[in-house]
């Protein structure tokens, strides 16, 4: 009967100490992410990363996730890849890794995983307005105008009086020589924004 008593209590204290190291493990992580906030506030983005780097675990979702920002804010985008890329792994269905992704790949030119990561974003979130006009933009930009309408279009049906959405809707209608549609997706977009500098020059340019 001493045995057993004596055995408990064993792992009683076990238990209690495995919570206390928790707890302090908790409390040091909470502390160097406010001094990380601390140093970027103040710009100081190194010393903002060395306090996370002090207490980094692999595994921790908020770890790599803050540190993929703070490495992009620093200019260093491998680096920030690879910390969005282990918050992806981390939380393969989670949003906000995949939109900080995309901020190093933008920097870097490479356009082909800024499409597919916004893809996939689309496949977790099909109606992402962020995510659809921005895939728009990509492809207004590379001069892919039948694409560029097809996001564009789907904006302007989720939200039909959002300036942005019109104006580049407007704008891709008349870069495929549909002027007819620009000049009313123009217009509409001065009933929301009459001094809309973008719709007024979309207007001048059909006259």
Excluded: C
Excluded at 148 to 169: S, T
């Amino acid at each position: 009967m001493e045995t057993l008593k004596r055995i408990s209590l064993i792992i009683m204290l076990g238990f209690f100490s495995t919570i206390t190291y928790a707890q302090q493990d908790t409390e040091k992580l909470i502390e160097g992410f406010q001094n990380s906030y601390l140093h970027e506030a103040s710009g100081n983005l190194a010393e903002a990363i060395l306090d996370l780097k002090n207490v980094y675990q692999e595994d921790s979702y908020p770890i790599n996730l803050r540190l993929g920002w703070l490495s992009y804010s620093s200019g260093m985008f491998s680096e920030s890849q690879g910390y969005y890329n282990k918050a992806v792994t981390l939380r393969p269905y989670a949003v906000e890794p995949r939109m900080g992704i995309v901020l190093p790949l933008a920097a870097m030119g490479n356009w082909d995983a800024v499409i597919a990561q916004y893809n996939k974003i689309l496949e977790i979130m099909p109606n992402y307005s962020i995510v659809i006009h921005r895939l728009g933009l990509i492809y207004y930009g590379q001069k892919d105008y039948e694409k560029a309408e097809k996001y564009f279009e789907k904006v302007v049906n989720l939200y039909p009086f959002d300036y942005d959405g019109l104006v580049m809707l407007a704008w891709t209608e008349f870069q495929l020589k549909k002027y007819r549609q620009a000049k009313i997706l123009f217009n509409t977009a001065l009933m929301h924004t009459p001094t809309g500098a973008s719709a007024l020059e979309g207007l001048k340019l059909i006259k």
